[in-house]
């Protein structure tokens, strides 16, 4: 059951807000007064559409409200009971963005948000989405007749969707398209099985095999002869490499021992060289290590030296960076000693400016500021008072506003000329009054600063005199560091100079040790001269050794017939390779050939189990097809008998009249309905327009009933359209008395007055000034 909806900026509606009861509801208005409206917010609240949305007739923004005031958004709320529950759906359009928020409540819990989300948790709760609402819930303006205005042919389409038997319509024709393609599929299968038959697999197989058995063992006998041929070559080789390294290594002992011959000779030369370079000379390690042990004496004295320079020299910079530190004090006392002066000159300026007494000044000045203030602040109330009197005389009738006494024209121009001459001088002595608290102002401000200055000045001069005494003593300290540097100074020169000594008896003790070291080098030298050259005589031995015996090795060979010989052998051997080769891709094609026609003749077997399957497949897909058909029509025959049923337990009560007993929907190839009249059935498409809309109006309620049993809804829009005084009079007797008990809650959307009699809920009568492009306005509930 809806429960209410809240409109604002909706189309003609600023702000509108409907309840509604379970029982008959109507909206009355005159044509666009917006009760169409209400309705299409209901449908596009819950579904986020209704009829000609998105189309070329409507967009999002023509939904927002243009005249007689321009809005950039408009909302819809709506609250409705399923089962129980109170749900709420709220959806907001901003111009140029479409739907910029939606959401739904259970009670207070948030169910969703997003305006597709919110959507299928609307359809969720309703069980059925906006096609279905529209088709039997919502009858919208003079479509009570939807039904019938479905061009014949296409409403067994239309009442299908509704039930989804289109999806198994689609199920159908899926199958039977799959059921035609594997149809196709076993025919293209039959094709090739035939084409293959005709190439007798078997025997050409049987064949292949044969003659691949015959080159294979071709193939075998002339490997055995290839690998005969090969042990020879490798064996001839072998000799003639030999041979090549023997050679080469004679070759090769024959140059070493020429070379060793040529290095004991220079080896012999160099010995008797330096045993004339030795002779006579006393030498010895000992003698070499009093020499080191003396220079290490040495160089210890003379880095000891070194760090006491070192040590006196940084005590040197210590002491001159205390003089100049002390020299920049000095300077930067005498530099203040300097300022001072200006500073007592700029002291006694100030002194003169400022007067014995500059507190009390400064209070004079500041008293002198405040009663110029005050001043102002008079005239401005003055001036305020003149102009209210001013606004009060120009809008003063033929009394005067302040004694009530008559008040002529020329009077009251003349009070008006007197009060704006006083209002002009005020304002030259407030602007008097405004230039002289400027020019106090700035006095104190100087005044101030000066003050201030003067402080500063006096605070600063207070220090003079200790620097005064500062100077002399840092003077006094100058002339101490400098004796002290002087000491430290001759103490270097005394230590550089023994420094200096030292390092001469080191330079020659050095060249002494250098002399020393090069003739124990050289004694070393000639030990092992002597003990390389015997060495180099016992390699030259073996070698002359090893040399015979190469010589007798290679007497008794013929290398020129071995060589021949192995040519002819590597001819051999390539050229039966070359053969077996040639019987090898031989081989590879008729293998090659052989499995291809192996393949084929799996191919023809595996299209044959194949070509069983697809007739087994086939078979069971008629089967399933034909249960879909049989499945459509039973659950069609079952709508029809509760449809039918439904409209002849109400059309009693809604057709006034007997000349049309009955009322049924049939199927003649697509959907008729048709009325029973006293010459027999006749199609609805034949009556007048007040029995096809009753008829149509019974079709509705039982669609309504059959499709939503658990919401029991129903919104007519103009439903009297076509119906006489008498008809639209039982029409809402029917309304009043009988459709409580058919369905839950119905809303009327009509211009027909005559109907709010039998209105059982909530009736709201519209009305909008379209003359001047007004609001719809709420006239009555």
Known sequence: MITRIKLKNWKSHLDSEFSFSKSVNALIGIMGSGKTSVMQAIAFALFGTFSGLSSRRLGLDDLIMKKPHSKDFASVEIEFAVDGKNYVVKRTIEKGKGTTSAEIREGEKLLEVNPQGVTREVQRILQMDYDLFQRAVYSEQNALDYFLQIPKGKRMQQIDSMLKLDRYEKARESAVSIRNKIFERRKERLRIIEDLKERKFDQRISDLNIEIAGKQEEAGLLEEKVLKVEVKRRKLSEKVVSYEGDHELFNEVAKKTESLVSRVSEMERQIKSKRLKLKGMKISKEILGKLTKEIVSLEVKIEERENEVRILRERVSSKNSRILFLRDQIKESKLRLSESKEKEMGMKKLEKLLGENPEKNLGEMLDNLETA?????????????????????????????????????????????????????????????????????????????????????????????????????????????????????????????????????????????????????????????????????????????????????????????????????????????????????????????????????????????????????????????????????????????????????????????????????????????????????????????????????????????????????????????????????????????????????????????????????????????????????????
Not at 521 to 546: A, H, V
Request: hydrophobic share 35%.
């Open 373 to 781: 203030k005050k001043k102002l602040y008079s005239l401005e109330a003055r001036k305020k008072e003149i102009e209210r009197g001013l606004t009060e005389l120009e809008g003063a009738g033929e009394k005067c506003p302040v004694c009530e006494s008559k008040l002529t024209k020329t009077r009251k121009s003349e009070l008006i000329e007197h009060r704006l001459v006083h209002m002009g001088e005020i304002e030259v002595k407030a602007r008097e009054a405004e230039e002289k608290i400027s020019k106090e102002t700035r006095k104190i401000d100087t005044f101030r600063e000066s003050v201030k200055k003067y402080n500063e000045i006096k605070r600063d001069l207070k220090d003079i005199v200790p620097l005064k005494e500062k100077i002399k003593e840092n003077e006094g300290k100058i002339a101490l560091v400098r004796k002290e540097v002087g000491k430290i100074v001759s103490e270097i020169r005394k230590k550089e100079k023994e420094e200096k000594n030292l390092r001469k008896t080191l330079e020659g003790l050095s060249v002494k040790k250098g002399r020393t070291e090069d003739l124990l080098g050289e004694k070393e030298e000639l030990e092992n001269l002597r003990g390389e050259k015997g060495g180099l005589e016992k390699q030259m031995k073996g070698l002359k050794t090893q040399m015979r015996i190469l010589e007798r090795k290679l007497k008794g060979m013929d290398i020129k017939s071995l060589r021949i010989e192995l040519q002819e052998a590597v001819g051999l051997s390539r050229g039966m390779e070359i053969k077996l080769k040639d019987l090898e891709e031989i081989l590879k094609d008729k293998v090659s050939i052989l499995k291809e026609f192996e393949e084929q003749r799996d191919t023809f077997l595996k299209y044959k189990e194949e070509v069983s399957k697809y007739e087994k497949v086939i078979e069971s897909m008629d089967i399933f097809v034909s249960v879909l058909r049989n499945t459509q029509n039973q659950l069609r025959d079952e709508f029809l008998k509760t449809v039918n049923y439904i409209m002849n337990e109400i059309w009693g009560e809604l057709y006034p009249y007997r000349d049309f007993s009955e009322i049924r929907i049939l199927v003649e190839k697509d959907y008729v309905l048709q009325l029973k009249g006293t010459m027999g059935w006749v199609n609805v498409d034949l009556v007048s327009g007040g029995e096809r809309s009753l008829a149509s109006l019974a079709l509705r309620i039982a669609f309504s009933l059959a499709f939503t049993p658990n919401l029991r809804w129903l919104i007519l829009d103009e439903p009297t359209h076509n119906l006489d005084a008498n008809a639209i009079e039982h029409f809402g007797s029917v309304l009043r008395d009988r459709m409580e008990s058919i369905i839950d809650q119905v809303f009327l959307i009509t211009h027909e007055e005559r109907l709010s009699d039998y209105v059982t809920g909530s009736i709201y009568k519209l009305e909008r000034d379209k003359e001047v492009d007004g609001v719809t306005k709420i006239l009555a509930s």
